[in-house]
Protein backbone atom coordinates (compact mmCIF):
# COMPACT_ATOMS: atom_id res chain seq x y z
CA UNK A 1 0.00 0.00 0.00
CA UNK A 2 0.98 3.44 -0.63
CA UNK A 3 -0.04 6.33 1.51
CA UNK A 4 -0.97 9.56 -0.03
CA UNK A 5 2.59 11.02 1.34
CA UNK A 6 4.33 9.33 -0.87
CA UNK A 7 2.33 10.18 -4.55
CA UNK A 8 0.06 13.28 -3.25
CA UNK A 9 3.22 15.59 -4.59
CA UNK A 10 3.41 14.31 -8.06
CA UNK A 11 0.08 15.40 -9.34
CA UNK A 12 -1.73 18.76 -9.77
CA UNK A 13 -4.74 18.19 -7.20
CA UNK A 14 -3.75 19.95 -4.04
CA UNK A 15 -5.44 19.67 -0.69
CA UNK A 16 -8.73 18.52 -0.30
CA UNK A 17 -9.05 18.43 -4.12
CA UNK A 18 -6.74 15.60 -3.75
CA UNK A 19 -9.65 12.73 -3.57
CA UNK A 20 -7.48 9.54 -2.99
CA UNK A 21 -6.23 8.65 -0.12
CA UNK A 22 -4.18 5.52 -0.52
CA UNK A 23 -3.27 3.40 -3.71
CA UNK A 24 -3.19 -0.26 -2.94
CA UNK A 25 -2.21 -2.08 -5.72
CA UNK A 26 -0.47 -0.76 -9.10
CA UNK A 27 1.51 -2.10 -11.88
CA UNK A 28 2.44 -1.20 -15.24
CA UNK A 29 -1.53 -1.51 -16.37
CA UNK A 30 -3.28 -0.44 -13.61
CA UNK A 31 -4.24 1.05 -9.96
CA UNK A 32 -6.32 0.28 -7.17
CA UNK A 33 -6.61 3.04 -5.20
CA UNK A 34 -9.42 3.60 -2.28
CA UNK A 35 -11.02 7.37 -1.28
CA UNK A 36 -12.88 7.82 1.74
CA UNK A 37 -13.80 11.55 1.11
CA UNK A 38 -16.85 11.11 -0.56
CA UNK A 39 -18.47 11.38 2.45
CA UNK A 40 -17.30 14.50 3.96
CA UNK A 41 -18.92 17.24 4.33
CA UNK A 42 -15.85 19.78 2.80
CA UNK A 43 -15.53 17.27 -0.04
CA UNK A 44 -14.81 20.06 -2.57
CA UNK A 45 -17.03 18.45 -5.58
CA UNK A 46 -20.02 18.12 -3.26
CA UNK A 47 -23.53 20.25 -3.94
CA UNK A 48 -26.68 21.32 -1.88
CA UNK A 49 -27.70 17.73 -2.02
CA UNK A 50 -24.99 16.09 -2.06
CA UNK A 51 -22.14 14.11 -3.91
CA UNK A 52 -23.82 12.79 -7.05
CA UNK A 53 -22.24 10.26 -8.39
CA UNK A 54 -21.31 12.11 -12.25
CA UNK A 55 -18.44 13.45 -9.71
CA UNK A 56 -16.58 9.67 -9.22
CA UNK A 57 -15.63 10.29 -13.18
CA UNK A 58 -12.71 13.04 -11.55
CA UNK A 59 -12.15 10.10 -8.59
CA UNK A 60 -11.22 7.95 -11.77
CA UNK A 61 -9.49 10.83 -13.74
CA UNK A 62 -7.00 11.26 -10.20
CA UNK A 63 -6.51 7.28 -10.22
CA UNK A 64 -5.08 7.95 -14.13
CA UNK A 65 -3.29 10.91 -12.78
CA UNK A 66 -1.40 9.12 -10.09
CA UNK A 67 -0.73 6.20 -12.41
CA UNK A 68 1.25 7.88 -14.76
CA UNK A 69 3.27 9.70 -11.84
CA UNK A 70 4.15 6.39 -10.55
CA UNK A 71 4.77 4.59 -13.40
CA UNK A 72 6.96 8.22 -14.28
CA UNK A 73 8.59 7.91 -11.32
CA UNK A 74 9.71 3.95 -11.74
CA UNK A 75 11.19 5.04 -15.25
CA UNK A 76 13.84 7.63 -13.51
CA UNK A 77 11.62 10.47 -14.62
CA UNK A 78 12.23 13.23 -12.00
CA UNK A 79 9.52 15.18 -13.08
CA UNK A 80 6.06 14.30 -14.74
CA UNK A 81 4.61 15.52 -17.30
CA UNK A 82 1.39 17.59 -17.38
CA UNK A 83 -1.73 16.35 -18.52
CA UNK A 84 -5.21 17.57 -19.57
CA UNK A 85 -8.26 15.82 -19.20
CA UNK A 86 -10.22 16.06 -22.84
CA UNK A 87 -12.59 13.02 -23.13
CA UNK A 88 -15.20 11.13 -21.18
CA UNK A 89 -17.02 7.99 -22.74
CA UNK A 90 -19.17 5.72 -22.13
CA UNK A 91 -20.02 6.40 -18.54
CA UNK A 92 -22.62 5.09 -16.98
CA UNK A 93 -23.96 5.70 -13.24
CA UNK A 94 -25.44 2.97 -11.05
CA UNK A 95 -26.40 5.93 -8.17
CA UNK A 96 -27.50 8.99 -7.94
CA UNK A 97 -25.71 10.34 -5.19
CA UNK A 98 -22.59 8.74 -3.16
CA UNK A 99 -22.18 10.68 -0.22
CA UNK A 100 -23.85 8.28 1.88
CA UNK A 101 -22.31 5.75 1.41
CA UNK A 102 -20.29 4.33 4.46
CA UNK A 103 -16.88 3.08 4.38
CA UNK A 104 -14.13 3.74 1.32
CA UNK A 105 -14.39 3.84 -2.37
CA UNK A 106 -12.60 1.20 -5.06
CA UNK A 107 -11.45 3.48 -7.37
CA UNK A 108 -10.08 1.53 -10.48
CA UNK A 109 -8.47 2.62 -13.79
CA UNK A 110 -7.09 0.44 -16.36
CA UNK A 111 -4.50 1.96 -18.96
CA UNK A 112 -5.79 1.32 -22.18
CA UNK A 113 -3.24 2.93 -24.58
CA UNK A 114 -0.38 5.60 -23.47
CA UNK A 115 2.06 7.03 -25.64
CA UNK A 116 4.34 10.65 -25.17
CA UNK A 117 1.11 12.20 -26.41
CA UNK A 118 -1.63 11.32 -24.14
CA UNK A 119 -3.38 7.87 -22.43
CA UNK A 120 -6.43 5.94 -22.85
CA UNK A 121 -7.76 4.59 -19.57
CA UNK A 122 -10.80 2.52 -18.20
CA UNK A 123 -11.99 3.19 -14.99
CA UNK A 124 -14.63 2.08 -12.20
CA UNK A 125 -15.70 3.26 -9.22
CA UNK A 126 -17.09 0.47 -6.39
CA UNK A 127 -18.43 0.89 -3.01
CA UNK A 128 -18.29 -2.68 -1.29
CA UNK A 129 -18.15 -4.64 -4.62
CA UNK A 130 -21.49 -2.32 -6.20
CA UNK A 131 -20.61 -0.77 -9.03
CA UNK A 132 -21.07 2.67 -8.89
CA UNK A 133 -19.43 3.98 -11.96
CA UNK A 134 -17.86 3.23 -14.94
CA UNK A 135 -16.29 4.86 -17.99
CA UNK A 136 -13.55 5.31 -20.06
CA UNK A 137 -11.26 9.11 -20.34
CA UNK A 138 -8.53 10.36 -22.41
CA UNK A 139 -5.55 12.52 -21.60
CA UNK A 140 -3.01 14.57 -23.56
CA UNK A 141 -0.12 15.92 -22.72
CA UNK A 142 0.49 19.31 -24.33
CA UNK A 143 3.96 19.99 -25.83
CA UNK A 144 5.72 22.54 -24.20
Request: charged fraction near 25%.
Amino acid sequence: MLDKTDWAHLIPHAGRMCLLDAVLAWDERGIHAISAGHARLDNPLRGERGLHAVHLAEYGAQAMAVHGALLARERGHETVRPGWLVSLREVDLFAEHVDHLDGRLDVHAECLYADDGGAQYAFRVEHQGRLLCRGRAAVIHPQS
